[in-house]
Nanobody
């Protein structure tokens, strides 16, 4: 089983940037589509961004489009979420998630639902002060 660990969260002023990282460890052999989710207090967890194993296809929630960028370095088993122009409403716990895929059959697919993923990180808090 692969383990995922997020880092890079913290407190930032509105309008500022923050970069989250998600590193995979353990049984990392294989191809994984990756996603970032977030959960604010009192709200359901929502998909923020997703990226295919190949890196060629990405998805962004409308609320973050144009401000957030998801990327990956497969050689380092790491996925990033660059967050710019942060707003108070971006405050949440951010989770990375992974889904093992067949690179030939599903290497260009991304996934946006909780139930699509079978590996989750412990989450990292992002707090944006206004």
């Amino acid at each position: 089983q692969v383990q995922l660990g997020e880092s890079g969260g913290g407190l930032v002023q509105a309008g500022g940037p923050l970069r989250l990282s998600c590193a995979a460890s353990g049984r990392t052999a294989g191809a994984y589509a990756m996603g970032w989710f977030r959960q604010a207090p009192g709200k359901e967890r929502e998909s923020v961004a997703a990226i295919s194993w190949s890196g060629s296809r990405t998805y962004y929630a409308n609320s973050v489009k144009g401000r957030f960028t998801i990327s990956r370095e497969n050689g380092k088993r790491t996925v990033f979420l660059q967050m710019n122009s942060l707003k108070a409403e971006d405050t949440a716990v951010y989770y990375c998630a992974g889904r093992q895929v067949s690179p030939l059959a599903s290497g260009n697919y991304y996934y946006t639902k909780d139930e699509d993923y079978n590996a989750w990180g412990q989450g990292t808090q992002v707090t944006v002060s206004s």
